[in-house]
T-cell receptor
């Protein structure tokens, strides 16, 4: 069964600190993996996308890594800001046509 | 350019009613997908349409149906609403039927009472 798991379920950090979110997947055939940021009640916004051959991808303060052998990905947020408070969702594309969403990690950045 | 637009933004319905949600894709995008996101969970795939044809269907009952129009806009219909249908319904559009270029709308918040 195709599944995407994320940890932690929720996370609270202080403004300016770094954090790392984890994503483990059991999906076949793997096409690509994308991290989304979703503000409450809003649609998800894409942060990064990585294919099988890519190990890391950066987008400003967001850096995603992918280990296709262990089927793990991480999203590292540097120098967090209050506006980073949101849910972060890991999405894996199955064969390029279907997607499996993780449950998300709820990040709260406090002043 | 306008992004993916969904209407209405919020909606309250009673059990047993039916509802129609609408989505206008980004200009030039021919693929539209629908997702249901229950509070606290990740989005669940409902339908994908490309060039007005259904290309994919998630594990949802027949009460859920959709269609895509010649201008590539789309409607999601849900009949005989249940309390459990309360969710954020997201629409995403893409140039083709490939995941790489998907852009999500802001969603329609449906509350069934």
């Amino acid at each position: 069964k195709n599944q995407v798991e994320q940890s932690p379920q929720s996370l609270i950090i202080l403004e300016g600190k770094n954090c790392t979110l984890q994503c483990n997947y059991t999906v076949s055939p793997f096409s690509n993996l994308r991290w989304y940021k979703q503000d409450t009640g809003r649609g998800p916004v894409s942060l990064t996308i990585m294919t099988f051959s890519e190990n890391t991808k950066s987008n400003g303060r967001y850096t995603a890594t992918l280990d296709a052998d262990t089927k793990q990905s991480s999203l590292h947020i540097t120098a967090s800001q209050l506006s980073d408070s949101a849910s972060y969702i890991c999405v894996v594309s199955v064969g390029g046509q279907n997607f499996v969403f993780g449950p998300g990690t709820r990040l709260s950045v406090l002043p | 350019d306008a992004g993916v637009t969904q209407s209405p933004t919020h909606l309250i319905k009673t059990r047993g009613q039916h509802v129609t949600l609408r989505c206008s894709p980004i200009s030039g995008h021919k693929s539209v997908s629908w997702y249901q996101q229950v509070l606290g969970q990740g989005p669940q795939f409902i339908f994908q349409y490309y060039e007005k044809e259904e290309r994919g269907r998630g594990n949802f009952p027949d009460r859920f149906s959709a269609r895509q129009f010649p201008n590539y806009s789309s409607e999601l219909n849900v009949n005989a609403l249940l309390l459990g249908d309360s969710a954020l319904y997201l629409c995403a559009s893409s140039l083709a039927g490939y995941e790489r270029g998907y852009t999500f709308g802001s969603g329609t918040r449906l509350t069934v009472v």
